[in-house]
């Protein structure tokens, strides 16, 4: 007789948290070449446990290792994305997983190791639940994500065109809720030229480059518009060499970001009108302006995808509301090439990014259990069409 998902469940709880353990006791700092390599080949152990064949693959400039499941499918299937990589250096006192009972805390426990976890398990579990169907989905965790998978997006943007949709191991928020809309991310690096001078001598022979660039910092900082989710943020500024000298040069560092496309379009026409008019002391200015992320934007089709997900959670008496959140995943890049995408479908902790990083234990089982519980609805729901 078909063992039912509860019992599933239960019977592999133990070797769930295990393997959790043992991926999130491994040091994967983005730039850690040794901790990446074994990491990855410990979640292709994990995958050849469960049956799911994780193969190691490259982009064109092949300088980092990624995984992928299903790399011949080109059509007509669910994606699976995640990140291996963390924020954690191996110098850090943060190293291993601490069980407390009710949290899982650890580098990289909520950002992203137990999506991954859920992503491969689920999977496993939907192939005992759906025996005689080969299931339509192909896996992808790359090892650059936190570091902006500069690398990884062109395997993205190449090989998921044929998605009918994507699904985001990132986190759930704090309070369980799930992603559909990211903004997008784009960089704003400007140098300001100057000429130097005596300042007690001969000031005015110089051209103040430090006037300048507050003149620009004002101009960019009037462009926010928080409601409307646009946030022009002139976060770094370096200038001046010494206390008597008019300073010749100075770098402001712009993080920029946006809701939508359309928003993209003016608020970069607005950027740049204010770097190429003539400031007030006459500097030179010279910038670079570019997309690091397109915006996740919500489609009919990823609200679709999103209410039957909180739907599921929500009458298993879990509550689960969608949010939309300022920083930006790889579901940035698959929106963009126009798959929908639900994002934050992981387990539910929170402090990414720092040494209280966690997780609530329960809910790498939970939220496993939603997931299975969506994809045999849309899983049904395709054998229908």
């Given at each position: ?6 019992e ?17 006791n491994?040091?994967?700092?983005s730039?850690n070449?040794?901790?990446?390599e074994?990491v990855?080949?410990?979640l292709?152990?994990i995958?050849n ?5 994780l193969?190691?693959?490259y982009s064109?400039?092949?300088t980092?290792?990624?995984l ?9 299937y669910y994606?699976f ?7 954690h250096s191996p ?9 407390t009972?009710d949290l899982?805390?650890g580098?990289g426990?909520n950002?992203?190791k137990a999506?991954?976890?859920i992503?491969l398990?689920s999977?496993?579990?939907?192939k005992?639940l759906?025996?005689?169907?080969e299931?339509p ?16 997006q ?7 065109k044929?998605?009918l949709g994507?699904?985001?191991?990132e ?6 809720e799930i992603?559909?809309?990211r903004?997008g991310?784009?960089?704003l690096d400007?140098?300001i030229?100057g000429?130097?001078a005596?300042?007690g001598?001969?000031p005015w ?7 300048a ?5 004002q ?5 926010n518009d ?10 770094e500024?370096?200038?001046?060499v010494a206390?008597?000298v008019?300073?010749?040069?100075t770098?402001i ?6 809701a ?7 608020l ?8 190429n ?7 030179e ?5 570019h997309?690091?992320?397109?915006p ?9 995808f999103?209410n ?8 298993l ?14 579901g ?7 798959i929908p995408v639900?994002d934050?479908?992981g387990?539910v902790g ?8 966690f ?9 496993m ?15 229908k069409?």
């Amino acid at each position: 007789m078909k063992k039912n998902l509860d019992e599933l469940l239960k019977e592999l709880k133990i070797q769930i948290y295990n393997d959790f353990k043992s991926i999130v006791n491994i040091n994967s700092f983005s730039s850690n070449k040794d901790g990446i390599e074994e990491v990855l080949n410990k979640l292709i152990e994990i995958g050849n446990k469960l049956d799911i064949p994780l193969q190691q693959v490259y982009s064109s400039k092949k300088t980092r290792p990624h995984l992928m499941y299903g790399q011949d499918k080109e059509k007509d299937y669910y994606a699976f994305i995640g990140h291996f990589d963390t924020v954690h250096s191996p110098l850090s006192d943060f190293q291993t997983m601490e069980d407390t009972g009710d949290l899982l805390k650890g580098p990289g426990t909520n950002d992203m190791k137990a999506g991954l976890i859920i992503a491969l398990y689920s999977f496993y579990i939907l192939k005992q639940l759906f025996p005689d169907k080969e299931l339509p989905f192909k896996i992808f965790f790359n090892s650059d994500e936190e570091i902006g998978s500069a690398d990884s997006q062109e395997i993205i943007e190449n090989q998921f065109k044929g998605a009918l949709g994507a699904f985001i191991f990132e986190p759930g928020r704090p309070n369980g809720e799930i992603v559909t809309q990211r903004k997008g991310i784009a960089a704003l690096d400007i140098e300001i030229i100057g000429k130097p001078a005596h300042s007690g001598v001969e000031p005015w022979e110089g051209v103040n480059s430090i006037l300048a660039a507050c003149e620009i910092i004002q101009k960019l900082e009037a462009l926010n518009d928080y409601e409307n989710g646009i946030i022009v943020g002139c976060n770094e500024i370096n200038g001046g060499v010494a206390r008597n000298v008019v300073p010749a040069y100075t770098k402001i560092v712009v993080d920029v970001r946006f809701a939508t496309k359309n928003q993209q379009k003016q608020l970069f026409e607005n950027i740049e009108n204010i770097l190429n008019a003539k400031n007030r002391v006459g500097a030179e200015v010279k910038y670079d302006l570019h997309v690091n992320r397109p915006p996740l934007e919500k489609t009919k089709e990823s609200e679709k995808f999103a209410n039957l997900y909180m739907k599921i959670s929500n009458e298993l008496g879990i509550k689960c509301e969608e949010i939309a959140t300022g920083g930006g995943s790889d579901g940035n890049f698959l929106s963009a090439i126009g798959i929908p995408v639900v994002d934050g479908v992981g387990a539910v902790g929170n402090n990414s990014h720092t040494k209280k990083e966690f997780i609530y234990k329960e809910s790498l089982i939970y939220r496993m259990k939603i997931f299975i519980l969506f994809m045999s609805k849309l899983l049904q729901n395709k054998n229908k069409e």
